[in-house]
């Protein structure tokens, strides 16, 4: 099967982090042309809101889900999707996103944690968040500047994966949604409802699904 064929291609170093910088263009554009783009939930839809199911079939159905997100996270234009972002119970998440060293990182992962980080590598940096189930909204929100998170593959193996900058903002931020967390859930009440203002104010360039 070609998906199989593609995760070959993923390996990981010594310590097991998943090596996601090689072939990006090659890997997006295979998962997301064989898949189908879905419409985007919206703060408000209940599967937004809860702890996701862990995934426990690796099996075409989540490699068809993945193919999906692909396409979806592309005609959306974001650098990170989770699984309930397209309305899907499930603890998965995919990125195609630039690190501050300009790398581009192009991967999937289930059933993702974030580690703890060591006191002395904590180091915030408070830049401006965006997500696309709260679409045209935005505010500056403090998250660590490194990030490690330990999953597994689309195959079940065990990897972790590892981002500085704006691609260690995407991993925390993708393992919050799938934990029931948006980052406007983090910001201050008035914050919040100046980025609930912004959405109610703007129009998604991408199609969304209505809250009842």
């Given at each position: 099967?070609a ?9 990981v ?5 998943l090596?996601?910088t090689?072939d990006c263009?090659?890997r997006e ?5 064989r898949?189908?783009?879905r419409p985007i939930t ?9 702890e ?6 690796f099996?075409?159905?989540l490699a068809r889900?993945?193919?999906d997100?692909?396409?979806?996270q ?5 650098v990170?999707?989770a ?12 990125y ?7 790398a581009?990182?192009v991967?999937a992962?289930c059933n993702?944690?974030?580690e703890?980080?060591?006191?002395g ?5 408070d830049s401006?968040e965006?997500?696309?189930s709260?679409p045209?909204a935005?505010?500056?929100l403090a998250r660590?500047?490194?990030?490690v998170?330990?999953?597994?593959d689309?195959?079940?193996n065990?990897?972790r994966v590892r ?5 260690a903002r995407?991993?925390?931020?993708e393992?919050?949604h799938?934990?029931?967390?948006l980052?406007?859930?983090r910001?201050?009440?008035r914050?919040?409802?100046d980025?609930?203002r ?8 991408y ?6």
């Amino acid at each position: 099967m070609a998906q199989q064929e593609t995760d070959e291609q993923i390996s990981v170093d010594d310590e097991g982090f998943l090596i996601d910088t090689e072939d990006c263009e090659a890997r997006e554009a295979a998962y997301r042309e064989r898949g189908t783009s879905r419409p985007i939930t919206v703060v408000g839809n209940p599967v937004l809101h809860k702890e996701c199911k862990d995934v426990t079939a690796f099996d075409d159905e989540l490699a068809r889900l993945i193919d999906d997100m692909f396409a979806s996270q592309r005609t959306a234009e974001g650098v990170g999707l989770a699984a309930n972002q397209i309305g899907v119970d499930l603890k998965v998440f995919v990125y195609d996103c630039m690190d501050d060293d300009g790398a581009r990182h192009v991967g999937a992962i289930c059933n993702p944690v974030l580690e703890e980080l060591p006191p002395g590598e904590r180091v915030l940096d408070d830049s401006n968040e965006g997500c696309l189930s709260v679409p045209t909204a935005y505010a500056a929100l403090a998250r660590p500047d490194y990030a490690v998170v330990r999953g597994q593959d689309a195959r079940g193996n065990p990897v972790r994966v590892r981002g500085n900058g704006y691609f260690a903002r995407c991993l925390q931020h993708e393992t919050d949604h799938l934990y029931g967390y948006l980052y406007i859930d983090r910001l201050s009440k008035r914050d919040r409802k100046d980025a609930l203002r912004q959405m109610a104010e703007g129009t998604p360039r991408y199609e969304v699904v209505p809250n009842d």
